[in-house]
Nanobody, 127 residues
Framework: VQLQASGRGLVQAGDSVTLSCAAS???????????LGWFRQAPGKERGFVAA????????SYADSVKGRFTISRDNVKNTVTLEMNSLKPEDSAVYYC??????????????????WGQGTLVTVSS
């Protein structure tokens, strides 16, 4: 099982960045239902929840800090999840991780619910 994130960037405050994550492996390739989420970790801080989406997209959740600025979406044919980040702030700077939860009906904010994790991609927002 592999989650491959892409879309790192060095941007200025107010800019936009789109992150993508492609999932591959038996769990994903055979069409099992799973949820996908994004978490982030800034230097010196614990990893925190950003956004999540259930298998069919019926459940979506966001951290309060990103509501109205970030949008999560997924493509179940391509096994990808996308995080569109707008109006970026310096405090959004972090390593962003995509993750997969084998319980497909929820959009959990708890990292303990996610079994598979990507390697992380760095987003730096300058002021």
């Amino acid at each position: 099982v592999q989650l491959q994130a892409s879309g790192r960037g060095l941007v200025q405050a107010g800019d936009s960045v789109t992150l993508s994550c492609a999932a591959s492996g038996p769990t994903f390739d055979r069409g099992d239902a799973y949820s996908l989420g994004w978490f982030r970790q800034a230097p010196g801080k614990e990893r925190g929840f950003v956004a999540a989406i259930s298998w069919k997209g019926a459940q979506i959740s966001y951290a309060d800090s990103v509501k109205g600025r970030f949008t999560i979406s997924r493509d179940n044919v391509k096994n990808t999840v996308t995080l569109e980040m707008n109006s970026l702030k310096p405090e959004d700077s972090a390593v962003y991780y995509c993750a997969a939860d084998e319980v497909g009906f929820r959009a959990s904010a708890l990292d303990a619910h996610y079994r598979y994790w990507g390697q992380g991609t760095l987003v730096t927002v300058s002021s």
